[in-house]
T-cell receptor
Framework: EPEVTQTPSHQVTQMGQEVILRCVPI?????FYWYRQILGQKVEFLVS????????KSEIFDDQFSVERPDGSNFTLKIRSTKLEDSAMYFC???????????FGPGTRLTVL | QKEVEQNSGPLSVPEGAIASLNCTYS??????FFWYRQYSGKSPELIMS????GDKEDGRFTAQLNKASQYVSLLIRDSQPSDSATYLC?????????????FGTGTRLLVSP
């Protein structure tokens, strides 16, 4: 069964460093998302991406964040200068069509020291 | 601020019993509703989706939606210890393809053998 994959599973970085989290969505899906979940808190929407552009972003998704789909398969989230409060699980999700179901990847645990 | 509310629990039920999980949402324009299961440290896994008022059954799971009351529930029949997890209610607030999900904090379910 097709699934969303994410790498790395765990990333440890120093505050102020740049990180890139990678996702490979399900191959025929058209809508891509990043969510994050701080330990013990709810899953929060960060950004949605469709037709090679951001369709919506939350207030969390400030200038330090960017997304890219550099080729036909990868979808990346970049955090330019990490802060302690960026420590969280980051989930990529993809969806095939309008009002369909979003399927989540296994997540990347980001730890900022 | 669009909100999704869930009782955080834990909800404790004995094996074989029915577990009833509830969720309310604030945005009357919401069009799609999802229940995800999340094991500790793992990503959300889709259990059920529901779009219309009424009941939808899938195996041991039944989702119920009442848009007038802005209420969605999940019943788990014949609960098993493996059902012990956090159940996340997620709502799609707009009838668009971008479909960002708003999550509740989740209800922790404990099924005792």
């Amino acid at each position: 069964e097709p699934e969303v994959t994410q790498t790395p599973s765990h990333q440890v970085t120093q505050m102020g460093q740049e990180v890139i989290l990678r996702c490979v969505p399900i191959s025929n899906h058209l809508y891509f998302y990043w969510y994050r979940q701080i330990l013990g808190q709810k899953v929060e929407f960060l950004v949605s991406f469709y037709n090679n552009e951001i369709s919506e972003k939350s207030e969390i998704f400030d200038d330090q964040f960017s997304v890219e789909r550099p080729d036909g398969s990868n979808f990346t989230l970049k955090i330019r200068s990490t802060k302690l409060e960026d420590s969280a699980m980051y989930f990529c999700a993809s969806m095939s069509g309008n009002l369909d179901t979003q399927y989540f990847g296994p997540g990347t645990r980001l730890t900022v020291l | 601020q669009k909100e999704v509310e869930q009782n955080s629990g834990p909800l404790s039920v004995p094996e074989g019993a029915i577990a009833s999980l509830n969720c309310t949402y604030s945005d009357r324009g919401s069009q799609s509703f999802f229940w995800y299961r999340q094991y500790s440290g793992k990503s959300p896994e889709l259990i059920m989706s529901i779009y219309s008022n009424g009941d939808k059954e899938d195996g041991r799971f039944t989702a119920q939606l009442n848009k007038a009351s802005q209420y969605v529930s999940l019943l788990i029949r014949d609960s098993q210890p493996s059902d012990s997890a956090t159940y996340l209610c997620a709502v799609g607030p707009m009838n668009t393809g971008f479909q960002k999900l708003v999550f509740g904090t989740g209800t922790r379910l404990l099924v005792s053998p």
